[in-house]
């Protein structure tokens, strides 16, 4: 056997493993190379997966009216019924409530008077029970027209007093002192005619209250 051919075949067995070794090696690398690319990718992947989740949370935060609406609805009752509120508490504080006039018993009734030869028909108003009333603090109404008070001679009307509503010049009403001989000032015709209905009404000045209201019928 030839010895050169033996070392020829040799080196080229070596040179063949060599070869095989470099390729495996460069195999190894590239898919080293393979994976650490995908790896990136994948990273990237998530990278934009994430980022697309903060905008949509943005988009949906930013667009979405679902969640806002019944906010803004409670706020908006809220502020109506804080205006509301404050607007009653106004109008009630604002209010000037005044005390009851004193309880008071007054009767009305029809009949008639003599003044020399003459006979008229008034209305005789008696002080039954209750507080005295001041004379300048009530005003008296016949059907709605005020009667003269000023032929009255006295200050205050109290229990078992009685008064006269009367009827004077130019159809004019008065209230006259009772019995009507202590007045001054004396009936010239008929308050209320026979059959007639009259209306009578006392309100009270300082409070502003009706104290007094009946309808009488001549005769009553």
Known sequence: MNPEKEIKGTNRKGTERKGTERKGTERKGT?????????TNRKETGLKKA????????SNILTDKRGISPVVGVLLLLAITVVMAGYLATEVLSFEF????????????????????????VIRLEHVGGAPLSVSNIRVLINQTEADLSYLQKESFVIGE???LCGIENNKAAVLTYPVSSSTKK??????????????????????????????????
């Not at 980022?51 to 943005?58: F, N, S």
């Not at 209320?192 to 209306?199: A, F, L, P, Q, T």
């Open 31 to 39: 898919e080293r190379k393979g994976t650490e690319i995908k790896g």
């Open 51 to 58: 980022e697309k989740k903060k905008t949509g949370l943005k």
């Open 98 to 121: 005044k005390a009851p006039a004193p309880p008071v018993s007054l009767n009305a009734r029809t009949e008639k008077v003599a003044v020399g030869s003459a006979e008229y028909s």
């Open 162 to 164: 009685s008064l006269l």
């Open 187 to 220: 009936p010239s015709r008929n308050i209320i005619e026979s059959g007639e209905m009259k209306e009578v009404t006392i309100v009270d000045l300082s409070h502003n209250q009706i104290i007094f209201k009946k309808t009488i019928r001549s005769g009553n």
